[in-house]
């Protein structure tokens, strides 16, 4: 296992089409998070998983926005009727269900709504 | 709400000199932990170091150190001996209170270390 993989790393999609985001985390990992990330900033939490369970979810992540993990081991990120503000590097992370401890990252979607 | 202070928009560096990023923080967890990452061009975020609150001693992974001082809610980054890889963005993190764990990121600290 090399780590936690995100597919696609780019993608161009044209304004109200739907997009789709997988995350492949770290096998043994339990929690699974996805970040939005604009240019200057740092990463934005949207939503996090611990195994299948949708825990948290951010303010950022309107009804336009939908997270699954399925089968506890990789998620999926669907953004409906994108938008130019949707334009952004989509983060995802995995860490193990102990109290403190990094959390490792993908290379991220760069998505582009145009 | 844990949050993260990043005031330095950009850093530039001689290669070979050593360079300090500064990051504050706030928390009102007595037992907490604090992580560096590094964020190069290619964007994947690169865990560098962890500092936990009750070590005492600070934290070092080889060039990386923290120099955390828990008094002034500060755990500043210091490079040693800077190489032109190590050009690129870099975020102090803290994870969220009550179970969740959710790394809080700053804004970040860009570097540029100069030839």
């Known amino acids: 296992d090399t780590g936690v993989s995100q597919d696609p790393r780019h993608k161009i999609t044209k304004r109200g089409q739907n997009v789709t985001f997988r995350c492949d985390p770290i096998s043994e990992h339990n929690r699974l998070y996805w970040y939005r990330q604009t240019l200057g900033q740092g990463p934005e939490f949207l939503t996090y998983?611990?195994?299948?369970?949708?825990?948290?979810k951010s303010r950022l992540l309107s009804d336009r926005f939908s997270a699954e993990r399925p089968k506890g081991s990789f998620s999926t990120l669907e953004i409906q009727r994108t938008e130019q503000g949707d334009s952004a590097m989509y983060l995802c992370a995995s860490s193990l269900q102990v109290a403190v401890t990094e959390a490792f990252f993908g290379q991220g979607t760069r998505l582009t709504v145009v | 709400a844990q949050k993260i202070t990043q005031t330095q928009p950009g850093m530039f560096v001689q290669e070979k000199e050593a360079v300090t990023l500064d990051c504050t923080y706030d928390t009102s967890d007595q037992s907490y932990g604090l992580f560096w990452y590094k964020q190069p061009s290619s964007g994947e975020m690169i865990f560098l170091i962890y500092q936990g609150s009750y070590d005492e001693q600070n934290a070092t992974e080889g060039r990386y150190s923290l120099n955390f001082q828990k008094a002034r809610k500060s755990a500043n980054l210091v490079i040693s001996a800077s190489q032109l890889g190590d050009s690129a963005m870099y975020f102090c993190?803290?994870?969220?209170?009550?179970?969740?764990?959710?790394?809080?990121f700053g804004r970040g600290t860009s570097l540029i270390v100069h030839p």
């Open positions: 993190a803290i994870p969220a209170s009550g179970g969740s764990y959710i790394p809080t």
């Open positions: 998983f611990q195994n299948e369970a949708q825990l948290e």
